[in-house]
């Protein structure tokens, strides 16, 4: 039995697991209590041997997630920002290696650290209102949770470029013509076409289906360790820069003043 979690909702349905993002109201963005869940969500899927699929979505209509929670990134210093990146590359890794199928239902924003964690599922099935994009360079910084090694395996080098560098936002179709997503369904048959794609998962051997997985991703991948390690530094080295912490802070500048406007009215 999982204990209840606080940003995540686990539910069983079959041999299916559905691990839902749960803050709606932040756009399900990614804090470090999501992170730790999602890794514990993980460990006990990866145990229960009557679970043959993992499905992720986000609460809501509007985000799958808006990525790395910004108020967390604000408190970053060069110091703990090395830390940070690990921890998020490391559950990412945890789902893109699970011995068992992984699909991402993507609805609504799916941006930053939420489009890093679609890019280590499996499968990506995606709402034809969803959006997805790496916003991190508004920011001052660069994806930290494994961007910038999966979306370049998955879209080739130019379009990752374009995305992260230039920090295009895509919407489902132009995704599905990248290759980033899979299928682009209305956001009413989301649900059932994840199920369904589940379902088809389900009735492959487990244990061939596990290792088509790793195979498929040991070989396309050439050193993961030494890029996600690459990552990290640079993420790092951002957090040494004045324009990355101005940049962070503007978003908190932001909010600030929504609040302000928010009392005087
Ligand atoms: N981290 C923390 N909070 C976030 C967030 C994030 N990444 N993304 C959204 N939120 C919060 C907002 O602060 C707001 O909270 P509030 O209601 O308490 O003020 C709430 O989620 C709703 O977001 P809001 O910005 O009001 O929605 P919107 O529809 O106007 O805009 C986005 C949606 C996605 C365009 C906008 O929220 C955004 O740009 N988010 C940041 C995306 C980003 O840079 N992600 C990468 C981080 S590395």
């Known amino acids: 039995m999982s204990r209840p979690y606080e940003t995540i909702k686990t539910k069983k349905e079959q041999i299916t697991t559905w691990i839902t993002l749960n803050r709606p109201d932040k756009l399900n963005a990614i804090n470090a209590t999501m992170l730790q869940e999602l890794s514990e969500a993980l460990d006990t ?25 910004i108020t967390e990134l604000q408190k970053l210093t060069q110091e703990t920002a090395a830390e940070f990146s690990r921890k998020g590359q490391q559950v990412f890794s945890q789902v893109e290696t699970l011995s068992k199928p992984v699909v991402a239902a993507i609805n609504g924003y799916t941006l930053g650290g939420g489009l890093e964690l679609a890019l280590a599922c499996d499968f990506r099935l995606a709402s034809i209102d969803a959006e997805l994009g790496f916003p991190e360079m508004k920011l001052g910084i660069i994806p930290g949770w494994g961007g910038t090694q999966r979306l370049a395996w998955t879209v080739g080098v130019a379009e990752a ?15 599905l013509n990248m290759g980033l997503v899979d299928k682009v369904v209305p956001p009413n048959k989301l649900k059932a076409e994840a199920e369904a794609l589940a379902q088809r998962l389900c009735e492959c051997p487990p244990t061939a289906l596990k290792y088509a997985k790793h195979a498929i991703n040991s070989g396309t991948q050439g050193s993961l ?6 990552e990290t530094d640079f993420f790092t080295l951002l957090f040494s820069t004045k324009e990355t912490k101005e940049r962070i802070e503007a978003f908190g500048s932001r909010e600030t003043k929504k609040r302000e406007t928010v009392k005087s009215e």
């Not at 899927?45 to 929670?69: L, W």
């Not at 470029?161 to 995704?175: F, P, S, T, Y």
């Not at 360790?225 to 690459?230: H, P, R, T, V």
């Open 225 to 230: 360790e030494a890029g996600l390690k690459k």
């Open 161 to 175: 470029k374009r995305l992260i560098m230039l920090g295009d936002r895509v919407k489902a179709e132009e995704a």
């Open 45 to 69: 899927t990866e145990k229960d041997t009557n679970i043959r699929c993992v499905i992720i979505t986000g609460e809501g209509e509007k985000a799958f997630s808006a990525g790395a929670d």
